[in-house]
């Protein structure tokens, strides 16, 4: 799960990005709107929390152009007003939530898993596809026969498959959505995390499988 902050008081995005990741969330950061707007349209997050009051672009405005591209993921405006005016036009403008400043962490993470939870999966927390589930509190993939534990990226990297099963995810998509825009060598591993997943795979017996389409990407499908 990636979240952007888009804030420019350092000092509170640095802050919240700890508390998230400590949450287990990748988290990239935006300190104005401008590059907010930039960082939305990739189109790899699956919420933002925005500030309203933002250099170059305020929150309002990105929002707005970000729906208008059709980014339809969920918004958590953070705004350091209180008037009741600014929070409807937040509503009206595309907005999901808001938590006015100075608000309590505790209950921004319990607003973030509502919001994730209601566009992932209505019905449950638990990622299905397949007789495979994803353990999201135990990070393992199960079976009724077996289960195994999953290292960090394999863990991310089945959530993305199982999101949008039976699809063809661009390589290039799932990269972004795992490894950010982060200059890493780690960048050229995709397969090698694909080859452990398959493996992991058939050690649950899962009726499911990764078929790769060649120069494309991966999808996430029953066997026949
Ligand atoms: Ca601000």
């Known amino acids: 799960m990636r979240i952007l902050i888009v804030e420019d008081e350092k000092e509170i995005a640095d802050g919240l990005s700890a508390v998230l990741i400590k949450e287990g969330y990748q988290v990239d950061m935006a300190y104005d709107g401008l590059n907010g707007l930039d960082c939305l349209l990739s189109n790899i ?131 972004a959505k795992v490894w950010g825009f982060e200059d890493d060598s780690e960048y050229n591993n995709l397969e090698v995390y694909i080859s452990f997943l398959r493996k992991k795979l058939r050690f649950v017996k899962a009726n499911v499988e990764i078929k790769t389409t060649k120069s494309v990407g991966y999808s996430l499908e029953a066997i026949n």
């Open 45 to 175: 997050y699956d919420l933002a929390l925005l500030d309203v009051m933002l250099p170059k672009i305020n929150g309002i405005d990105l929002l707005k152009n970000a729906r208008r591209e059709g980014i339809s993921i969920p918004v958590i405006l953070l705004t350091a007003k209180s008037q009741v005016e600014d929070k409807i036009l937040g509503l009206d403008t595309g907005a999901d939530d808001y938590m006015t400043k100075p608000f309590d962490v505790k209950e921004l993470l319990a607003r973030i898993r509502a919001r994730t939870r209601i566009t992932k999966n209505p019905e449950a927390d638990q990622l299905s596809f397949g007789n495979i589930r994803l353990n999201q509190a135990a990070q393992k993939l199960e079976t009724d026969m077996n289960s195994v534990k999953l290292a960090n990226k394999e863990y991310q990297l089945l959530e993305y498959l199982l999101h949008n099963p039976c699809q063809i995810l661009p390589k290039d998509m799932l990269i």
